[in-house]
């Protein structure tokens, strides 16, 4: 910090307090001012409105919305004597949720929870390492995804960069095409702004998206249960246990977009309140879908096409609107790389059996003795 005085003896100010928090944790600062005119001196903060400064205590407190430094200052006059002292604050940079694009575009962003990748000799975060998925709609009735995206980016502060891929309905042909020079940029706002250069392109492409009211739930959510696909209906139920997720056909003629994976949570730990943490998403791995290409099925080609493979891994993304009445959906992103003509996939399900109970839209497609004998099941 830095201090301008007319001389200490006379009037001085001093923040102190940490100024290095994690994301979501609450800043607490404090600051004392001394000097024989200090006892009348006026006190004026400036800094992030997010802050709140109570000036009988001479407490600077609250919690930053995005990461990155942000300037604190206390500035204090006494007649013709002024101080002032100032601090960097530092938020390590979260971006964890649901994004929807900020100027009226169709797209969406999906970003897990950043793991951290290097930190300072006190601890502190430097660098994560995130990835990202992003889909845009076309403008029609039909608002079928045209574009879907996977990144992996390594953020500091609040920005950060990094490579990764698309597929892409262009001129009635599905292309899969590699991304380079993604940068990656977010606002005091809780906007996050995303550019990229597409293979073989001059000018890069960027959206701009702001946090979606339906990405918060409780990272305590139980999302176990039978889960049906909502986009096709002959497609195999997905039966969701807690650390697990399998495929069952039951009572279907075909097996059809058989999907198996393991979930893991995030540990949130003590690092910040829960009732602060987005858990929308949660990271799933070693996924294996079979059967199931909808590469040829009208509006699926690019949001599915095919999904068939085994090591993929990617994310569930789960929907606040529709946690309602034991009702639940989520996005699954299963990606498999560039190796692959068909580099990556997002299914859609609704939950239809909750605790062995039929829920309300699953009413007419299964009995509450389907639910038990389902999750009684395994891969």
Known sequence: STSSVTTEEQLGVEISGQTKYLAGETVALTYQISGSASSDATVVYEGPAELEHVVQDKTISGVLPAGGPYTVKINVTSGSLSAEDEVQVYSDANYTGRYVGGDGSLVTLTMGRSSVSEVDENNFVLTR???????SQSA???????????????????????????KELISEEVSAYEISD?????EATGEISISYLSDGATEPLSFTFTSSGEAYVSPDIDITGVYRSQLLSDLNYLVVQSTSLFGDS?????????????????????????????????????VIIDNCDLSEQSGYAVSVGVADGSDQQGLIQIFESGV?????????????????????????????CF???????????????????????GP
């Open 355 to 377: 605790d062995d109970t039929v829920t309300s839209i699953g009413t007419g497609i299964l009995e509450d003795s389907d639910c038990q004998e389902l999750m009684e099941g």
């Open 250 to 286: 039951y009572d279907l003629s075909v097996s059809r977009c058989n999907v198996v994976a393991s979930l893991s949570p995030y540990d949130y730990g003590d690092e910040v309140d829960s009732g602060n943490i987005d858990g929308s998403v949660i990271p799933v791995s070693d």
């Open 324 to 352: 309602s009445n034991n009702v639940l959906r989520f996005d699954l992103y299963s990606e498999r790389g560039l190796e692959f003509e068909d580099p990556i996939s997002k299914l859609r399900y609704e939950r239809i």
């Open 129 to 135: 390492t995130g990835k990202l998925y992003w889909f």
């Open 182 to 186: 993604i940068e990656i940029s977010g």
């Open 140 to 166: 029609d009735e039909t608002a079928f995804i045209n574009l879907l995206c996977s990144a992996e980016v390594i953020i500091e502060g609040s920005s950060g960069g990094g490579s990764g891929y698309c």
